[in-house]
Structure formats: C-alpha cells, structure tokens
C-alpha cells in the first residue's frame, strides 16, 4: 500500500519566529514514525536550519522549494543539492507551476535540476497541472503527458523511485477553487498510466501521486480519499497549524 504524503509548501512566507513556531507545531502534531503517513515541511530557504532545529526528533521531514542543477561553484544566487542536504532536506520541490510561470523555467531546466537532485540522493517532489484555458480546450492529458516527459527525461526506473509526482492544476493554486475529487482522480489515473507505460505496471502501482490546489480541512478527505491520490500538497492552509493538521489527520483516519 503506498504512504500518504502530506507536504506543505510555505512558498514566499514566515519571518524566522512564525517559520519555527509553526515547525514547533506539527513536530507536535507528528511526534513519531507512521505506517500510514509521512510529513513533510518545505520552508523558504533562509529559514530551513531554523526550521530543522524545531522539528528534529520528530516525524517531520524537510525539503527545498527549489534547487539549482549545477555542482557548487559561481552562480549567484542559486542552491544546490549539497548545501539542501547539508541544511538538513530530504526532499525537494520541482517544477511548482509559480516557478514555471514567473520565472519561466522550462521543462528542460526542471529535467536538469530532477537529475541532479536524484543524483545528490534527494526526493523530488515533480509538480505538474493544466492552466484553465488548457483545460477548458481539451488539453490536460497532453500537457501532463508533456510535462511528465519533459521532467523525467533519462530518468530510469531505479532513480524514479525517489520521485513524487504532485498533480496541481494551475487553475486550483490559490484560488479557493478545487479540483472535484472526480477530476483529481481522473488526472491522478491518468498520470499513474503515463508512468506505467514510460516504466512498468509495477512500478507505476507504487509511485506517489499527490494532489495539490487550494486543500483544506473540508475538503481533503474527499480528495485523499480517491484511490489514485497518494496525498496533498498544501500552499495556504499549511501556514496555519489548525488548518494544515487537521489535513495531516484527514490522510491517518484514511489509512487506518
Ligand atoms: C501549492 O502552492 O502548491 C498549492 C497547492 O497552493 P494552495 O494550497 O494555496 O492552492
């Protein structure tokens, strides 16, 4: 049976005390290892020590929202896998849609940095979703198709069992607006099968498929509970220890 995933990504928020009294908070509420669920925290990067400092000795994991693919050395500005780990990260996010609309990262570019971060031995969180006006013409398995091909380019099976595939349709980041479970399975079955055909059945029956896009307390029972959805990835609500939890706890009663 596949482990939930419950992450939440802080994105741009949190100064220094409410990064560690929120991490303060689920280390709390995730005291010890679960069969049934595993947390993860991915705090801006300024505050990932801080944050490790707070949540060690507890279940939590912690990732980066970002890495850069090349070897330490003159690129300004950038992280790369070595100083993640070093701050104590397991996992790292890629490929989050505000990094390709934004800043404009190519499918390319996030294939480098899920290379090298495989590579380094992180856990890549790949994210991929559909705009609105690409759903609203028919066009969501292609772009997930699209996006799957481009992240996990030369990506065998033996490194894709450290990724993560989080399901975000732009259209639900944010917004208030989620995807109706009906909808996030759809997606997420979809997804599974691209994976099969491009690995094995086998292969594909155990790789995780989060979804992501506006989760909250009300609505993520629903979601996690459709059999092709492996966890959530949370923006807002993971900000607020009584909203994020609550979800934490949506994924246990589920696994029980
Ligand atoms: C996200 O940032 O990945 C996200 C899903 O945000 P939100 O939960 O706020 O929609």
Not at 4 to 28: D, H, P, R, Y
Not at 53 to 81: H, M, N, W
Not at 148 to 167: C, R, T
Not at 199 to 205: H, K, N, V
Request: charged letters at 20%; one cysteine or more.
């Amino acid at each position: 049976m596949r482990r939930f995933l419950i992450a939440g990504n802080w994105k741009m928020n949190t100064v220094q005390g409410s990064a560690e009294s929120l991490a303060g908070e689920l280390a709390a509420a995730a005291t010890s290892e679960e069969a049934g669920v595993e947390v993860l925290v991915c705090p801006p990067a300024p505050y990932l020590i801080p944050v490790r400092e707070k949540i060690a000795g507890s279940a939590v994991r912690l990732g980066a929202q970002d890495v850069y693919f090349e070897a330490p050395g003159a690129f300004t500005g950038e992280i790369c896998s070595e100083m993640l780990q070093d701050c104590g990260c397991t996992f790292v996010l890629i490929g989050h849609s505000e990094r390709r609309a934004i800043i404009g990262e190519t499918d390319q570019l996030i294939n480098s940095k899920v290379r090298a971060a495989l590579a380094a031995g992180l856990t890549v969180v790949l994210c991929v979703g559909e705009q609105l006006s690409e759903r609203e013409a028919g066009q969501t398995e292609a772009v997930l198709d699209r996006q799957m091909e481009g992240g996990l380019e030369g990506i065998s099976e033996q490194e894709a069992a450290a990724v993560v595939i989080a399901y975000e349709p732009v259209w639900a980041i944010g917004t208030g607006v989620t995807a109706t479970p009906d909808q996030a399975q759809s997606a997420h079955e979809h997804l599974r099968s691209w994976v099969a055909a491009r690995y094995t059945p086998e292969f594909a029956a155990g790789i995780r498929i989060l979804y992501g896009g506006s989760v909250k307390p009300d609505n993520a029972e629903s979601l996690l509970g459709q059999p092709d959805v492996d966890g959530a990835l949370v923006g807002g609500a993971s900000l607020k220890g009584n909203l994020f939890i609550p979800i934490i706890d949506a994924a246990r009663k589920l696994a029980e």
